[in-house]
C-alpha cells in the first residue's frame, strides 16, 4: 500500500478516515446497548452530557461519504472521458462492471467468511449470539446485497429483515454510481449544462421533500431509502462543477497578458470580457483568494455544520431514550420541528461540505488541509471500505462474550470504540491483501492495464 500524491484532492483522505473512524464511534450505542448495563437514571444522566454529540453526531459521517462519492466521481470521471475520444458509452459496460468487482468480492468475503466468528468465542451469553437472527436474515436475504438491492428489500421492513443491516449504504451507493455516467456524458456538452444542473437541483429538492415527509432516523426504515439519502451525493457532484468552472476561469485568466503590457493595451474585446467581467466565477474566487472573505466563508461552513450535529444530537437522543427507555418520560420532539430540521440538515451539511472541498481543492485551507492531506492518510484512506464491512460484526463478537453487561461511560465507550477501530482496521488490512489486491490484480491483467 504505497501513498503517492492524488493532487488538489488529496486532503478528503484524511477525511474519509476520520469519517469511518467517527461512523464506528456512531455504531457504539447501535451494537452496544446500555441499557442492558446501566440504571436507567445513570443512562440519562450519561448521554444528557455535551460530549455524546460526537457519538450520536456520527448520522452525518455516512452524509459525509455519499458527499466524496459523488464529488470525486464528478471530478475525477469527465477526466476519463476525455481520454476516449467519442466511446464513452461503449465503456458504460466496462465502469459498471468494475465498480461492481470492486465492491462485491469483499461484501461477500465479510457476509459469508464471518460466519466462522459464530465458533470462536465463549461466554455465558454468547450462545445468543450463536442462535440469533443475524446468520438466518444472511442465509435468506444475501441476494438483495449481491444485487445492492438490499436499501430497499425486503420491503417494507428493510432494516429488521436485512443481511447485515449496516450494508445498507452500498446499495444505495452504486444506484447512486449507475446514474452518474450518464449525467455526466451530458454535462460535457456546455450547451446542455444547464439541463444538467437543473436536473441535479431538481433531485436534491425531491430529497428535501422526502427528508421532511419521511423525517428518517437510524431506527427506521426510511433511514436507508435512497431517496432519502440521495441529496448529499448530489451535492457532492454539484460542487465538483462548481470547482471545474473555477479552475476553468482561473486557467484563462492567468493566460492573460500582465497589465500595462502591449498586449494587454491593444482593447482586445476577449481581454476585456476577462479583465472587466463580473461573473460569479471571478466573485467566488476573489472571495476565496482574500483572507476576509475566506474566513467569513468559513464561519459560515462552521455554523452550517456545528448546527447539524448539535440539533442532530438533541433530536437522536430524545429518540433513542423514548423507544429503548420509555421509562424515563422523555419526550420526542415534535413532528413539526423533526420535519423541519430534516430539511434543514440536507441542505446546510451539502453546503457546508461544499464549501471546505472547494476552499482545499482551491489551495487553501492552512493547516487543516495540510494535517488532512498528510501522505500518511493515504494508505489507511484505501482501508476504510474493509473497516466499514467488518467493525459492526467485531462489536457484535466483542460484545456477546462479555461476562459482565457493558456500562455506559467514557472511559469504557473509549475502550470499546478505540479497541474496535484498530481490529478493524487490522481486519481489513488482511482482507486488502486477501481479496481486494488479487481482484484488482486480476482486472488489471484482464483489461490489458487500462481498468
Given at each position: 500500500?504505497?501513498?503517492?500524491?492524488?493532487?488538489?484532492?488529496?486532503?478528503?483522505?484524511?477525511?474519509?478516515?476520520?469519517?469511518?473512524?467517527?461512523?464506528?464511534?456512531?455504531?457504539?450505542?447501535?451494537?452496544?446497548?446500555?441499557?442492558?448495563g446501566?440504571?436507567?437514571?445513570?443512562?440519562?444522566?450519561?448521554i444528557?452530557?455535551?460530549?455524546?454529540?460526537?457519538?450520536?453526531?456520527?448520522?452525518?459521517?455516512?452524509?459525509?461519504?455519499?458527499?466524496?462519492?459523488?464529488?470525486?466521481?464528478?471530478?475525477?470521471?469527465?477526466?476519463?472521458?476525455?481520454?476516449?475520444?467519442?466511446?464513452?458509452?461503449?465503456?458504460?459496460?466496462?465502469?459498471?462492471?468494475?465498480r461492481?468487482?470492486?465492491?462485491?468480492?469483499?461484501?461477500?468475503f465479510?457476509?459469508?467468511?464471518?460466519?466462522?466468528?459464530?465458533?470462536?468465542?465463549?461466554?455465558?451469553?454468547?450462545?445468543?449470539?450463536?442462535?440469533?437472527?443475524?446468520?438466518?436474515?444472511?442465509?435468506?436475504?444475501?441476494?438483495?446485497n449481491?444485487?445492492?438491492?438490499?436499501?430497499?428489500?425486503?420491503?417494507?421492513?428493510?432494516?429488521?429483515?436485512?443481511?447485515?443491516?449496516?450494508?445498507?449504504?452500498?446499495?444505495?451507493?452504486?444506484?447512486?454510481?449507475?446514474?452518474?455516467?450518464?449525467?455526466?456524458?451530458?454535462?460535457?456538452?456546455?450547451?446542455?449544462?444547464?439541463?444538467v444542473?437543473?436536473?441535479?437541483?431538481?433531485?436534491?429538492?425531491?430529497?428535501?421533500?422526502?427528508?421532511?415527509?419521511?423525517?428518517?432516523?437510524?431506527?427506521?426504515?426510511?433511514?436507508?431509502?435512497p431517496?432519502?439519502?440521495?441529496?448529499?451525493?448530489?451535492?457532492?457532484?454539484?460542487?465538483?462543477?462548481?470547482?471545474?468552472?473555477?479552475?476553468?476561469?482561473?486557467?484563462?485568466?492567468?493566460?492573460?497578458?500582465?497589465?500595462?503590457?502591449?498586449?494587454?493595451?491593444?482593447?482586445s474585446?476577449?481581454?476585456?470580457?476577462?479583465?472587466?467581467?463580473?461573473?460569479?466565477?471571478?466573485?467566488?474566487?476573489?472571495?476565496?483568494?482574500?483572507?476576509?472573505?475566506?474566513?467569513?466563508?468559513y464561519?459560515?461552513?462552521?455554523?452550517?455544520?456545528?448546527?447539524?450535529?448539535v440539533?442532530?444530537?438533541?433530536?437522536?437522543?430524545?429518540?433513542?431514550?423514548?423507544?429503548?427507555?420509555?421509562?424515563?418520560?422523555?419526550?420526542?420532539w415534535?413532528?413539526?420541528?423533526t420535519?423541519?430540521?430534516?430539511?434543514?440538515?440536507?441542505?446546510?451539511?451539502?453546503?457546508?461540505?461544499?464549501?471546505l472541498?472547494?476552499?482545499?481543492?482551491?489551495?487553501?485551507?492552512?493547516?487543516?488541509?495540510r494535517?488532512?492531506?498528510?501522505?500518511?492518510?493515504?494508505?489507511?484512506?484505501?482501508?476504510?471500505?474493509?473497516?466499514?464491512?467488518?467493525?459492526?460484526t467485531?462489536?457484535?463478537w466483542?460484545?456477546?462474550?462479555n461476562?459482565?453487561?457493558?456500562?455506559?461511560?467514557?472511559?469504557?465507550?473509549?475502550?470499546?470504540?478505540?479497541?474496535?477501530?484498530?481490529?478493524?482496521?487490522?481486519?481489513?488490512?488482511?482482507?486488502?491483501?486477501?481479496?481486494?489486491?488479487p481482484?484488482?490484480?486480476?482486472?488489471?491483467?484482464?483489461?490489458?492495464?487500462?481498468?
Amino acid at each position: 500500500i504505497n501513498a503517492e500524491y492524488m493532487g488538489p484532492t488529496n486532503a478528503l483522505n484524511g477525511v474519509r478516515f476520520l469519517s469511518i473512524m467517527w461512523i464506528v464511534l456512531g455504531h457504539f450505542p447501535v451494537y452496544i446497548k446500555p441499557a442492558l448495563g446501566n440504571g436507567l437514571n445513570e443512562i440519562k444522566s450519561s448521554i444528557d452530557k455535551p460530549q455524546w454529540i460526537f457519538m450520536f453526531g456520527a448520522f452525518y459521517a455516512v452524509d459525509t461519504f455519499f458527499f466524496m462519492g459523488g464529488f470525486l466521481q464528478g471530478h475525477l470521471m469527465p477526466k476519463h472521458f476525455a481520454k476516449m475520444k467519442g466511446k464513452v458509452v461503449n465503456a458504460f459496460p466496462m465502469i459498471y462492471a468494475l465498480r461492481y468487482l470492486r465492491i462485491a468480492p469483499l461484501m461477500l468475503f465479510v457476509i459469508f467468511g464471518t460466519r466462522i466468528l459464530r465458533f470462536i468465542g465463549g461466554g455465558p451469553v454468547f450462545f445468543h449470539w450463536q442462535e440469533s437472527e443475524t446468520w438466518g436474515q444472511c442465509a435468506k436475504n444475501w441476494w438483495t446485497n449481491l444485487l445492492f438491492l438490499n436499501a430497499v428489500l425486503p420491503w417494507p421492513n428493510t432494516a429488521e429483515q436485512a443481511c447485515y443491516g449496516h450494508m445498507w449504504y452500498l446499495g444505495n451507493d452504486m444506484w447512486f454510481f449507475i446514474i452518474t455516467p450518464p449525467i455526466l456524458l451530458v454535462y460535457m456538452h456546455a450547451d446542455k449544462q444547464r439541463y444538467v444542473n437543473a436536473l441535479i437541483a431538481a433531485l436534491i429538492i425531491v430529497g428535501i421533500g422526502m427528508n421532511v415527509n419521511d423525517r428518517p432516523n437510524p431506527l427506521a426504515d426510511s433511514y436507508e431509502r435512497p431517496w432519502n439519502r440521495m441529496p448529499p451525493y448530489f451535492w457532492g457532484l454539484l460542487t465538483a462543477f462548481v470547482l471545474k468552472r473555477l479552475e476553468d476561469h482561473r486557467r484563462r485568466v492567468q493566460a492573460l497578458p500582465p497589465v500595462g503590457s502591449a498586449s494587454a493595451t491593444e482593447g482586445s474585446p476577449l481581454i476585456a470580457s476577462f479583465t472587466d467581467m463580473e461573473c460569479w466565477e471571478r466573485k467566488v474566487l476573489t472571495a476565496f483568494d482574500h483572507r476576509r472573505g475566506r474566513y467569513f466563508i468559513y464561519l459560515i461552513a462552521a455554523a452550517l455544520l456545528g448546527c447539524c450535529v448539535v440539533l442532530n444530537w438533541w433530536r437522536l437522543y430524545r429518540e433513542w431514550q423514548w423507544d429503548y427507555v420509555p421509562q424515563l418520560g422523555v419526550k420526542r420532539w415534535p413532528e413539526t420541528a423533526t420535519a423541519i430540521y430534516c430539511g434543514y440538515y440536507v441542505i446546510g451539511w451539502g453546503i457546508g461540505l461544499g464549501i471546505l472541498t472547494l476552499s482545499w481543492a482551491l489551495g487553501h485551507g492552512g493547516m487543516l488541509r495540510r494535517a488532512l492531506e498528510a501522505r500518511f492518510w493515504t494508505p489507511l484512506a484505501r482501508l476504510t471500505f474493509g473497516v466499514y464491512l467488518i467493525h459492526p460484526t467485531i462489536y457484535m463478537w466483542m460484545s456477546w462474550q462479555n461476562r459482565a453487561y457493558p456500562q455506559w461511560y467514557v472511559q469504557s465507550v473509549v475502550y470499546w470504540v478505540a479497541g474496535t477501530a484498530i481490529l478493524a482496521v487490522l481486519f481489513s488490512f488482511v482482507m486488502h491483501l486477501l481479496v481486494e489486491k488479487p481482484v484488482a490484480n486480476l482486472i488489471t491483467t484482464l483489461t490489458g492495464g487500462k481498468s
